[in-house]
């Protein structure tokens, strides 16, 4: 789905996803369009409806990707503190999701990822390896992967750098 304005989107645990941001204007040697590639690790949506109280001090939780127009006075989205004045917050991300043309602009990709984490015995006295966040890559940027301008040299025992080692082909059995 090719998008034109400023826009937010929901995952769906179900089917998991990823997003593209493309430049229209720039192929790679195979004529692919350049851009990256964001890719979320399981991440939990937000279940609250628009319209709860506390939704306006975290409106960032609304959507698991946003996109929008760079501008150098939407640096941030809110302030700090907002999630302790749930009744009077100073950002809403509607206001930066105003509907803006995108096209052949500098963006802005707000990601939101969260998990949910139900606590038990086994948490105490710390809780262990709970975690979630999302890859950015390059996607169709390059013409070719880049691992074979890699220098042919490995670090060996006692820190050394080596050679590798001889390539022999695989003895086939009968």
């Given at each position: 789905?090719?998008?034109?304005?400023?826009?937010?989107?929901?995952?769906?645990?179900?089917?998991?996803?990823?997003?593209?941001?493309?430049?229209?204007?720039?192929?790679?040697?195979?004529?692919?369009?350049?851009?990256?590639?964001?890719?979320?690790?399981?991440?939990?949506?937000?279940?609250?409806?628009?319209?709860?109280?506390?939704?306006?001090?975290?409106?960032?939780t609304k959507y698991n990707?946003?996109?929008?127009?760079?501008?150098?006075?939407?640096?941030?989205?809110?302030?700090?503190?907002?999630?302790?004045?749930?009744?009077?917050?100073?950002?809403?991300?509607?206001?930066?999701?105003?509907?803006?043309?995108?096209?052949?602009?500098?963006?802005?990709?707000?990601?939101?990822?969260?998990?949910?984490?139900?606590?038990?015995?086994?948490?105490?006295?710390?809780?262990?390896?709970?975690?979630?966040?999302?890859?950015?890559?390059?996607?169709?940027?390059?013409?070719?992967?880049?691992?074979?301008d890699v220098p042919q040299?490995?670090?060996?025992?006692?820190?050394?750098?080596?050679?590798?080692?001889?390539?022999?082909?695989c003895r086939e059995t009968?």
């Amino acid at each position: 789905m090719a998008v034109q304005t400023e826009s937010g989107y929901k995952a769906n645990p179900l089917e998991p996803k990823y997003w593209t941001i493309v430049n229209e204007n720039y192929r790679n040697h195979w004529g692919a369009k350049r851009g990256y590639l964001i890719s979320p690790m399981a991440t939990s949506t937000q279940t609250q409806v628009d319209s709860h109280p506390t939704l306006g001090a975290v409106s960032f939780t609304k959507y698991n990707c946003a996109v929008s127009k760079r501008k150098e006075s939407e640096q941030f989205l809110d302030s700090l503190f907002d999630c302790f004045r749930l009744d009077s917050p100073r950002g809403d991300f509607s206001r930066i999701l105003d509907g803006e043309n995108i096209v052949n602009e500098d963006l802005v990709a707000w990601v939101t990822v969260g998990f949910v984490h139900i606590p038990s015995s086994e948490d105490v006295p710390m809780t262990v390896a709970v975690e979630t966040g999302f890859t950015l890559k390059p996607y169709n940027f390059f013409d070719r992967t880049e691992i074979f301008d890699v220098p042919q040299t490995y670090t060996g025992e006692y820190g050394l750098d080596e050679s590798p080692p001889d390539f022999r082909k695989c003895r086939e059995t009968d």
